[in-house]
Structures are given as C-alpha cells and as structure tokens.
C-alpha cells in the first residue's frame, strides 16, 4: 500500500531505548487513501510517540468498509525501497501486481510479502468479488547491510492452531509452538489471535523482543492494561510472557508484532526509507525519473502515481519521545 498523504511528513526514526516492561496504548489516526469517496485507514504507525516495534515501521487498519460506498482499495504503480511491505486481511480479496512480475490475490488468513529493497513498484486493487474490505498493511524497515537486497515476493497461508480459549495464526516467526518458514532479514513476530469471549490467555515470548497488540474487533487487556478496538498497546523488552485478555461478549480479534528493538536510525519519507536525505531525495528523482530501479507493473488500466514535492527544508529528524 502507498502511503497516500499529499503532504507526508519526514520521519527521523530513533533506535529504541530498552525500558522497564510497562504497556503503553497508541491511538490511530485517520488517513484517507486519496479521492473523494475515498476509503480510509487507521494508522498507529509511526508517531511522535513511537516509531517502531521491532522493525515494524508502518502499521495501517483498515475497514470493515462497503466497498460499494468506499469505492474499495485501488492503489495505481507506485514505489519502495529500504522495506518489505506485508498485507494481511480479515475479509475481501485485493489484487496484488509489481515490477518483479509478480501477480497473486491477498485473501483472508493468507500472508503477502514484498521486498522492496534497492527498489520495486507494486498496485493494490481490491477485487469486484469483494464487498466488505478489512485487514492490516505492514511495513518492515530493512537493516542497513539489507536495505539494498532484491526484489522478493513471497506468499503463505498458514494453519490455525488452536491454544487456550484461543485461535492462533503464525505468519511472520515463531509463536506457539507454531513456525512460519517466510524469510525476513530481522527477527520478527506477527500473528493473528482470535480470542474467544472472556478468554484469558498466556503467551510465551521472546524477553528480547518488543511486542505490540494491534485491536481489531472487541475490547483486550495487555498485561491487565485495556487496548479498545484501533489502538496498538505496545509492551517494552523483558517480558518473557504476554497475557492477553478478552473482557467482551464476542469473540475478540488482535494482530501481535514483536522483534528485537531496531539498532539503526531511519529516515522515512513517503513510500521510501533510507539513512539519510540524499537517500530519499535520490529515490524520488530516480521514480519521477521512471528509472529502471523500480521496474514497470504490468496489467494496470491507469498511470502510475507521482510523488509527491519534497519539503523545502532539508530532511531531519523531529523529536518522537
């Protein structure tokens, strides 16, 4: 997914500072995908307040939306370095193209990932079978000695294990007893956890990791902490167990992100991440240039989305703590 702002904001990404474990919850803010009918997501990634979890860098939430009403999701050609981008749903069916060649469908419980890398290009369209569209768009911050690696796509469905009072789905790592073989270039968790009604539920986790716990549907607890429905509780490195709790009469349904806390400082501009200003400067010269770094998408009925003016001031970093 592009991130669709007309004015995006830099964003000078620290390296996360190791504290004692406490939940802190993050509110989304609304982002409208463009158009006057357009379909809008709820993003809780990145904030003056928190950046990344792990090299998590990106986190939109979107629907459930009327595709009837919204117009649904159609994201023309548009590009990415330094990151993989990972697509998640709940319900509906999108359309995924990009300059690597790849065509494939992004379906309920089935994992999408890209490497964008030294450069890709993709569209997003959400398909006529869909009515209802509802899930999560991910991006992962690539370290330094990857962030120029190549075009990748991978995708995989994995299968639902059932724990205590909870369905679990393992996409990205290891959770459960449960292992997902999808490559990554640092350690990472991301699970979907579908938590019966008034189900508590202990996880064993990495005491390296950070952790965040993304709200779909109903109202959890995070270490007795309450997380409503669009907000990401975020839970610091130490823990070596996470306890999630259900305090609803329905069922309650939540994506899990962890990794290590990212070493490296990124900047963050647009659809790009890079180290520094030149970084990201090059990279939009280089896709308002069409040049060949990001590659041609093939079968998309539409021109490709320009990027938007740079600032007029030199990118740098703003204070996010």
């Known amino acids: 997914m592009s991130n669709a702002e007309t004015e995006p904001a830099e ?46 860098c990106f986190a939109d939430h979107y629907g459930p939306d009327d595709v009837a009403a919204t117009g649904g999701m159609d994201v023309a050609p548009h590009p990415h370095t330094g990151l993989q981008t990972v697509s998640w749903l709940f319900t509906g069916e999108i359309e995924h193209r990009d300059s690597l060649g790849s065509h494939a469908f992004v379906r309920p419980g089935e994992l999408n990932l890209m490497t964008g890398g030294h450069g890709i290009s993709h569209t997003e369209v959400s398909t006529p079978r869909t009515t209802v569209l509802h899930g999560v768009q991910l991006w992962v911050a690539l370290p330094e000695e990857h962030r120029h690696a190549e075009r990748d796509f991978q995708h995989y469905a994995p299968e639902p294990v059932r724990v205590d009072g909870a369905l679990v789905r393992v996409f990205l790592g290891s959770l459960c007893g449960d292992a997902s073989p999808v490559r990554t270039f640092t350690p990472l968790l991301g699970a979907e956890i579908v938590l019966d009604p008034h189900a508590s539920l202990t996880l064993a986790v990495d005491p390296a990791f950070e952790h965040g716990v993304l709200v779909d549907q109903g109202s959890v607890r995070l270490a007795g902490t309450a997380v409503d429905r669009a907000e990401l509780g975020y839970a610091g490195p130490g823990r070596e167990a996470l306890e999630l709790t259900n305090t609803s009469e329905e069922p309650a349904r939540l994506v899990l992100l962890g990794g290590p806390p990212f070493e490296e400082e990124i900047v963050m501009w647009w659809n790009f991440i890079g180290r520094s200003h030149e970084d990201i400067t090059q990279a939009r010269q280089d896709w308002e240039n069409a040049s ?4 041609e998408v093939h079968g998309y009925p539409g021109d490709r989305l320009p990027a938007p003016e740079l600032p007029n001031t030199r990118l740098r970093p703003r204070s996010l703590r």
């Open 11 to 56: 964003v000078r990404c620290a390296a996360s500072v190791s504290e004692e474990p406490r939940v802190e919850v993050l509110s989304a803010r609304d982002v409208p995908l463009g158009g006057p009918r357009a379909m809008t997501v709820r993003r809780t990634l990145p904030q003056r307040s928190r950046s990344l979890i792990g090299a998590w």
């Open 292 to 295: 060949e770094r990001f590659g």
